[in-house]
C-alpha cells in the first residue's frame, strides 16, 4: 500500500471518528437539558403563571417582597403523587416560618393542557393556602420545559425540584430529585433561607 493510499484511509477513518462522536444524541442532549436548571448563584429565568383562578404570578413580582421558595410538583402523572402531597403538607404547616422569613412559596404543578386545572383542583383541594402560598399551574410544560425539568419517560411529567431565589433574583439553593423520592423538606429550606 503507498503512502497516498495510507493517507487516505487514515483521514476517512478520522472523519468515521467524528462523525459517530458528533452524532451521539445522548450527551449532547443531557448537556443541553443540564444547562437550562438553574444552578446556584445564577439568576433565575422570570416566569409567569396563573393559579387556578385565573390570577398571574410572576416571579419577578414576588421577589419584590422577598425570596421566593419555588417547588415544582410532578402533576398528574396518572395519578395524584403521594409524596408530592406529603411534601405540600409539610410546607403548609410550616407556613408561619416561611412568612417569618419573609419568603413566598410558588408550588408549580406542571402538565398537559386537557384537564390540568381539573387535576391541580383535585390535587390542592384539601389543603388551605395560606397568604404568602401561591398553588400554580404550568399548562403545556412551558415552564417545566424553560427550566430544563421535564422528566421526558412514561408516566413522568417533572423532576421533583426545589428552588430558593433570592431578591436579587439569584438561586441561593437548588434540588432537583431524578427519583419521585430525595426532596427537600421544609426544615431544610427554612434553614438554607436563614443562612
Known sequence: MNSFNIRCNFVLVMTLMLFF???????????????KQPAVGTVAGDFQLSNLQ???????????????????????????????????????????????????????????????????????????LPAN???LTDPGYKFTNAYGLRWDAKRETAYPSTFIIGTDGKVKYSKISKTHGNRSNAKEVLQKLTD
Open 54 to 128: 385565573g390570577k398571574k404570578i410572576k416571579l419577578s413580582d414576588q421577589l419584590k417582597n422577598g425570596p421566593v421558595v419555588l417547588l415544582v410538583l410532578r402533576g398528574y402523572p396518572g395519578y395524584q403523587c403521594p409524596l408530592c402531597t406529603r411534601q405540600v403538607s409539610q410546607f403548609i404547616n410550616s407556613a408561619p416560618k416561611f412568612k417569618a422569613a419573609k419568603a413566598s412559596v410558588l408550588l408549580v404543578y406542571p402538565g398537559a393542557v386537557n384537564n390540568l386545572n381539573t387535576k391541580a383542583g383535585e390535587f390542592i383541594q384539601s389543603q388551605q
Open 133 to 135: 402560598f401561591h398553588f
Open 21 to 35: 462522536v458528533s452524532a451521539s444524541p445522548i450527551d449532547a442532549s443531557a448537556a443541553l437539558k443540564d444547562s
